[in-house]
T-cell receptor, first 113, second 118 residues
Framework: NAGVTQTPKFRILKIGQSMTLQCTQD?????MYWYRQDPGMGLKLIYY???????DKGEVPNGYNVSRSTTEDFPLRLELAAPSQTSVYFC????????????FGDGTRLSIL | AQKVTQAQTEISVVEKEDVTLDCVYE???????LFWYKQPPSGELVFLIR??????QNEISGRYSWNFQKSTSSFNFTITASQVVDSAVYFC???????????????FGKGITLSVRP
C-alpha cells in the first residue's frame, strides 16, 4: 500500500520559473492537503480539497494554485517561483475531515535560487 | 482562532532516560481534537495519537504515554526509557470539530526536536 506519493523529492528552480508538485494517494481519501514547512515554524496549510472538483485556500495560498480533477490526485502549481517559496512541501490526505488522522507523503524539498 | 504552543524547541537526553514533551493549546471551541505527529530524520510525518476533548483519560502505548488535562489546556507526551530511534521532531496539533473545512483545519505547533544520545 503506497499511501501518499509525492514527486519530485528535490528540485531547484530559478526565480520566475514554474513547476508542478505532484501528489497522489491510493487510500480513496476525500480530503487532501498541501502544507509547507519552514525551519522552526511548524506546518502551514497552503490549500486543501474536500473532494474531487472542490478546493479551497488555507493560511498561505499566495503564489500557489491547485486542482483536484480526481479523488487520487492533488497537484500543487507554482507559477512564478520566488525565493520566499523555498521550503519543504508536504501533501497529506485524510478519510473524511480535518479531525481524522492525516497521512503524509515524504515531502518535496524545493529551493528557489 | 486556535493556537498550539510547544515551548521546548530542543531537548537532548541520554538513552533510557524518560522525557516529556509539552504541548499547550488555545481554542474557543468546546469540542476539538488533539494530535501528536512524529517527524524522524528521514522527513516524513507519522501520526501517533488523536484525542477528543471529551476524553481526558490518559493513554499508554508501549513506551509512549499521553497526559491530557483540559483544566490546563495541555496535552503532554512522555517517552519512557528513550531510545536512539526516538530522535525526531515531534509536533502537537489541534483541530476543532467542524462541519466545514476552514473552521476545523489542523493547527500545528512549531515542533520539538528530540535528540536521544547513546
Amino acid at each position: 500500500n503506497a499511501g501518499v506519493t509525492q514527486t519530485p523529492k528535490f528540485r531547484i528552480l530559478k526565480i520566475g520559473q514554474s513547476m508542478t508538485l505532484q501528489c497522489t494517494q491510493d487510500m480513496n481519501h476525500n480530503y487532501m492537503y498541501w502544507y509547507r514547512q519552514d525551519p522552526g515554524m511548524g506546518l502551514k496549510l497552503i490549500y486543501y480539497s474536500v473532494g474531487a472538483g472542490i478546493t479551497d485556500k488555507g493560511e498561505v495560498p499566495n503564489g500557489y494554485n491547485v486542482s483536484r480533477s480526481t479523488t487520487e490526485d492533488f497537484p500543487l502549481r507554482l507559477e512564478l517561483a520566488a525565493p520566499s517559496q523555498t521550503s519543504v512541501y508536504f501533501c497529506a490526505s485524510s478519510s473524511s475531515s480535518f479531525n481524522q488522522p492525516q497521512h503524509f507523503g515524504d515531502g518535496t524539498r524545493l529551493s528557489i535560487l | 482562532a486556535q493556537k498550539v504552543t510547544q515551548a521546548q524547541t530542543e531537548i537532548s537526553v541520554v538513552e533510557k532516560e524518560d522525557v516529556t514533551l509539552d504541548c499547550v493549546y488555545e481554542t474557543r471551541d468546546t469540542t476539538y481534537y488533539l494530535f501528536w505527529y512524529k517527524q524522524p530524520p528521514s522527513g516524513e510525518l507519522v501520526f501517533l495519537i488523536r484525542r477528543n476533548s471529551f476524553d481526558e483519560q490518559n493513554e499508554i502505548s508501549g513506551r509512549y504515554s499521553w497526559n491530557f488535562q483540559k483544566s490546563t489546556s495541555s496535552f503532554n507526551f512522555t517517552i519512557t526509557a528513550s531510545q536512539v530511534v526516538d530522535s525526531a521532531v515531534y509536533f502537537c496539533a489541534l483541530s476543532p470539530l467542524g462541519l466545514s473545512g476552514a473552521n476545523s483545519k489542523l493547527t500545528f505547533g512549531k515542533g520539538i526536536t528530540l535528540s536521544v544520545r547513546p
